[in-house]
């Protein structure tokens, strides 16, 4: 029997986006690129999450990851409801667990940072990443320090050097197993 884990998370994700559609109002803030003062790719958590979710190989790991920081906002409603789904013991139906989560929110929101930071890890990690593969090594806007171009370059030349290296590598492996 599949997981229902997946339907919860996502239950909940599609009813918070009812609501932003809606009322404009942001459920769980908005995920932001990490590492950078402002950045052109901040989006509402929630619709990372959704997507995320929707798109994962592993619906099941995503949407526990989702549950574990949603159970760690300060209400005491949610983060039961939360930890049942977690554990797959609920006996609420989909859609009555997501509306009592969502309404429990609203009276009650507590913290979802760690919920919105989710989102901004995967924005930044997974969204960022993979749209733009072949970029600038560095982001231009980071608050970090432009690294030194003679290092990129030295790290360039080590990274193939290593990939030469790998057959000796393997080698070297079995060879003490």
Request: proline share 6%; net charge negative.
């Amino acid at each position: 029997m599949e997981s229902q884990v997946p339907s919860y998370a996502l239950a909940l994700l599609n009813l918070m986006e009812e609501g932003y559609v809606s009322s404009g109002d942001l459920p769980l803030g908005i995920a932001t690129r990490l590492g950078v003062e402002s950045s052109m790719f901040d989006l509402p958590a929630h619709r990372i999450l959704k997507a995320l979710l929707t798109h994962s190989p592993s619906p099941k790991t995503i949407a526990k990851e989702f549950l574990r920081e949603l159970g760690k906002c300060a209400n005491p409603l949610v983060e039961t409801l939360a930890e049942d789904v977690y554990g797959e013991v609920s006996t609420l139906a989909v859609d009555d667990w997501a509306a009592i989560i969502l309404q429990g929110l609203q009276e009650h929101a507590g913290d979802l940072s760690t919920v919105t930071q989710l989102g901004s890890h995967y924005l930044t990690h997974l969204v960022i990443a993979f749209r733009n593969p072949g970029g600038p090594k560095t982001p231009q806007d980071s608050i970090h320090p432009t690294p030194n171009h003679r290092h990129i370059e030295e790290i360039g030349e080590l990274l193939v050097q290593a990939r030469r290296s790998q057959s000796t590598l393997r080698d070297l492996a079995s060879s003490t197993s």
